[in-house]
């Protein structure tokens, strides 16, 4: 269950303005505004236990196998490519580092 708060400007019939009112939603869909100003609630009829049990079904109903499969994958994939990118930058300043000496010997020389 995603409960979510916005706050957006509204008209209020009690305080007779546009105030700022705060917006509850839940699973995307509203489920109270409150005047900041007056506090007046104004509930939309959300049945807590319906949209939970909506959720859940819809949860059981996508298959959990396929997830985990793409889950495997991205982190496969994650840990691989991190390796690479931090020995990447090492290896070209241990390279840069040989070639500054390179040339401090070539230059001690001539
Ligand atoms: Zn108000």
């Known amino acids: 269950m995603k409960i979510s708060e916005m706050e957006a ?4 019939t009690r305080c007779h303005d546009e105030t700022i009112h705060r917006v509850v939603y839940v699973n995307n869909k509203i489920q109270s505004i409150e005047c900041e100003e007056c506090h007046r609630l104004t509930g939309m009829k959300i049945d807590a236990k319906k949209e939970l049990y909506k959720e859940m079904y819809d949860r059981i109903s996508t298959k959990p196998s396929r997830m985990t499969q793409e889950y495997k994958q991205d982190l496969s994939k994650f840990v691989s490519g991190m390796p690479l990118r ?3 930058k090492p290896y070209r300043l241990i390279k840069y580092v040989n070639e500054t000496r390179k040339v401090l010997k070539q230059s001690k020389h001539s």
């Open 9 to 12: 400007g509204l008209y209020c």
């Open 86 to 88: 931090v020995i990447s």
